[in-house]
């Protein structure tokens, strides 16, 4: 079996399908993406593809290798995430081949289903109390929400007010048994994070996830010091080399890599098995696509420290254009008490509407996130 052609698609809302063919009639899909760079990311993978017409498609981490270490510049956000989705296709190629479920072939589940969480709040959160208890209502039983809009180094104690009472309200809500992460989501610099995880605690967070940017993050053992809420990290953060001075320095509990970002399933499967050793959970990162979520569960299914999977059915960016509208077995994604079942068709489990992706690709989407700005002009982090 021999790689054919490899196809890249724009697609709205804010995401980039690869589709991987061969000359056995075997096609594999997967979604390379940064969001706000997927153009630049498609760039990536069409270069790469050059090594990968004419190769048997099956020894995926011979292909992995030559991708990032035939690089002299290797690692960041747009280079893994060519890598991420070449990755995923690949294996999905490999799970038809053998007629299996991918996470068969990575010595096979050690769970039948796994915990998800939805989005409530959108980019500037409000509204959550009544947010979590509709989710509450459908079954689910955690969600996530933006702590604050932006922020300066040293903000007022107002905006630390206005997020505490956004978690009162979900507590008021949704009551005391609903799992809620709150997501600093980078906006919140080193100074102003003591207190206000001093004054989110009482409402007991699943999780405070990006207190600080991954630039700071010789600071997080401090923080997690402080408090008894549970630290996440890790979505932009690429690999495993990336993720290894976070767990030697200590600190984190729940580390978040993105299949899509992170080297792929590949990758991220190593970054699980990292994790565990240092006793943290994982929790993947995926406000993406369908294939990107599948790729998801695949890693959950073998991995015995995942504990909750992110989705974003309904996500505020998804408008117009969501998660089963490009496949032609949406009930693959279906969740029963906040919990989302494995696939088990061959491969990544996906059906992709091939006509579908390529009626919306011709019209490809230029989604870039917003810039923010202080009341000062400063730029601000979005």
């Known amino acids: 079996m021999k790689i054919t052609n490899v196809e890249c698609f724009l697609v709205p809302p804010r995401w980039c399908f690869v589709k991987i063919e061969t000359d056995e009639g075997i096609s594999g899909w997967g979604e390379p ?44 956000p747009i280079l893994m995430s060519a890598i991420s989705g070449i990755d995923q296709a690949l294996w ?20 039948e289903n796994i915990r998800v969480y939805s989005w409530i709040g959108g980019d500037r959160p409000q509204d ?56 600093f989501h980078g906006r919140v610099h080193k100074p102003m994070v003591p207190a206000l995880i001093k004054e989110l605690e009482p409402y007991r967070p699943m999780f405070i996830e990006e207190p600080v940017l991954p630039e700071h993050n010789e600071a997080i053992p401090g923080i997690a010091q402080a408090t008894t809420v549970p630290i996440a990290t890790g979505e932009r953060m690429y690999s495993r080399w990336d ?44 406000p993406l696509g369908p294939i990107a979520l599948a790729s998801c569960l695949q890693v959950d299914a073998v991995s015995y420290n995942a504990f909750i999977q992110e989705q974003s059915m309904g996500i505020h960016y998804n408008k117009g254009n969501d998660v089963k509208d490009y496949l032609l077995n949406p009930d693959v994604f279906s969740f029963t008490n906040g919990r989302a079942s494995l696939p088990d068709k061959p491969g990544l489990g996906v059906e992709i509407d091939e006509a579908k992706v390529r009626e919306k690709a011709a019209s490809p989407h230029a989604w870039k996130n917003p810039v923010w700005r202080h009341a000062d002009g400063t730029v601000a982090e979005w």
């Open 243 to 286: 993720m290894k001075p976070l767990l030697e320095r200590g600190g984190v509990s729940v580390l978040q890599p993105d299949v899509s970002h992170a080297g792929g399933i590949t990758e991220c499967r190593k970054i699980a098995t990292m994790a565990e050793a240092y006793d943290v959970s994982i929790a993947l990162h995926c």
């Open 128 to 183: 959550v109390g009544k947010q979590a208890a509709a989710l509450q209502e459908e079954g689910f039983t955690a969600v996530k929400m933006n702590a604050t809009e932006e922020m300066q180094y040293l903000d007022s104690y107002a905006k630390i007010d206005e997020a505490a009472a956004r978690i009162a309200s979900i507590r008021e809500h949704a009551g005391w048994e609903i799992g809620v992460g709150i997501d």
């Open 33 to 76: 993406v940064i969001e706000g760079r997927a153009a630049t990311v498609k760039a990536a993978v069409e270069e790469m593809a050059e090594y990968l017409i004419g190769k048997d498609p099956l020894p995926i981490e011979d292909h992995w290798n030559v991708l990032y270490r035939g690089g002299f510049y290797r690692g960041g």
């Open 92 to 111: 999905d190629i490999k799970g038809k081949y053998f007629d299996a479920p991918v996470y068969e072939l990575l010595g096979g589940a050690v769970r």
